[in-house]
């Protein structure tokens, strides 16, 4: 047995406690005890929640230890580190199980299990990236507006009494802030969501590739789903209908690294219906 086992398991029994010593100060009426057992019981099951994730890590390590190939090892570990918002390594430990696991059995049900981790965490990564550009130049924004009517204040002070059309000012000032937004609205366009090109995403799901491969006739799908499609509809291509086995299909390396690209360049497009 681990060592810390036996503790983990009286952690969990004193949370249980806390927890029924709570429910019953609260039906009892006395409000500030139940509170302090809650706390007692919240705070028991963090500790327990970190020893469980330690172990999680520690384990999947040594397993990647003895087998430096382990799909779910590097998967565990992967999703521990990420759950310690190590978001860095906790990617590189998913994208290396996704290799493995497509190496292995690219039709496994852990193949897309991973994939959606790892497509959450790409998310996750963008969207706080994202945030944060956005702030930054909605601030940037804000000041270049402020230095333009300031500007504008102060030319029209000077030039008072010599102009015979003031509305003229008013249009130039007006031009020049529609300049600006529209600059700012160009600098934001890669954070925001659109269409994925087609070329980019299966004809059969029509999400975006993860692992594209080409047949003879010249169409990419999605590695897994037609897999699925050959073993449980039959040996043909699914658009053209030709015939077609499983030792056709050649990995289409090139829509490959074009997806790896987009997705790079835009990070909303990891988005999944899941999350």
Same mark, same amino acid.
């Given at each position: 047995?681990?060592?810390?086992?036996?503790?983990?398991?009286?952690?969990?029994? *004193?949370?249980?406690?806390?927890?029924?010593?709570g429910?019953e100060?609260?039906r009892k #009426?006395?409000?500030?005890?139940?509170?302090?057992?809650?706390?007692e019981?919240?705070?028991?099951?963090?500790?327990?929640?970190?020893a469980?994730?330690n172990a999680?890590?520690?384990?999947?390590?040594?397993?990647?230890q003895?087998d430096?190939?382990?799909?779910?090892?590097?998967?565990?570990? %992967?999703?521990?580190?990420? *759950?310690? *918002?190590?978001?860095?390594?906790?990617?590189?430990?998913?994208?290396?199980?996704?290799?493995l696991?497509? %190496?292995?059995?690219?039709?496994?049900?852990?193949?897309? $299990?991973?994939?959606?981790?790892?497509?959450?965490?790409?998310?996750?990564?963008?969207?706080?990236?994202s945030?944060?550009?956005?702030?930054? &130049? *909605?601030?940037?924004?804000?000041?270049?507006?402020r230095a333009?009517?300031?500007?504008?204040?102060?030319d029209?002070?000077?030039?008072e %009494?010599?102009?015979?059309?003031p509305? /003229?000012?008013?249009v130039?000032?007006?031009?020049k802030?529609?300049?600006?937004?529209?600059?700012?609205?160009?600098?934001?366009?890669?954070?925001?969501?659109?269409e994925?090109?087609?070329?980019l995403?299966?004809?059969?799901?029509?999400?975006i590739?993860?692992?594209?491969?080409?047949?003879?006739?010249?169409?990419?799908?999605?590695?897994?789903?037609? &897999?699925d499609h050959?073993?449980? /509809? %039959?040996?043909?291509?699914?658009?053209?209908? $030709?015939?077609?086995?499983?030792?056709?299909?050649?990995? #289409?390396?090139a829509?490959?690294?074009? /997806?790896? @690209?987009?997705?790079?360049? #835009?990070g909303? @497009?990891?988005?999944?219906?899941?999350?």
């Amino acid at each position: 047995m681990r060592p810390g086992v036996s503790a983990l398991s009286a952690e969990e029994i *004193q949370a249980e406690k806390s927890k029924l010593e709570g429910n019953e100060c609260f039906r009892k #009426n006395r409000f500030q005890a139940a509170i302090d057992a809650y706390t007692e019981f919240l705070f028991i099951g963090l500790i327990v929640l970190y020893a469980i994730e330690n172990a999680i890590e520690e384990d999947s390590r040594k397993a990647i230890q003895l087998d430096h190939d382990s799909v779910k090892g590097h998967y565990m570990l %992967g999703l521990a580190l990420l *759950q310690k *918002q190590e978001y860095s390594e906790g990617v590189k430990e998913l994208e290396k199980a996704l290799d493995l696991g497509r %190496g292995a059995n690219p039709n496994a049900y852990i193949v897309d $299990e991973i994939w959606e981790e790892l497509a959450k965490a790409k998310y996750l990564e963008w969207e706080e990236a994202s945030t944060q550009r956005s702030w930054e &130049l *909605q601030r940037l924004k804000e000041a270049c507006e402020r230095a333009l009517r300031e500007k504008h204040f102060l030319d029209d002070s000077e030039t008072e %009494g010599f102009l015979d059309d003031p509305i /003229v000012s008013v249009v130039s000032h007006l031009k020049k802030l529609d300049l600006l937004g529209e600059v700012f609205r160009k600098a934001a366009e890669d954070d925001t969501p659109s269409e994925v090109p087609d070329y980019l995403c299966c004809k059969i799901t029509l999400d975006i590739f993860r692992d594209p491969v080409i047949t003879p006739s010249g169409v990419s799908y999605e590695r897994a789903v037609l &897999l699925d499609h050959l073993e449980k /509809v %039959g040996n043909f291509d699914p658009i053209t209908r $030709e015939p077609l086995y499983p030792s056709q299909l050649v990995p #289409n390396f090139a829509i490959k690294e074009a /997806v790896h @690209a987009y997705l790079d360049k #835009n990070g909303w @497009a990891y988005r999944t219906e899941s999350y």
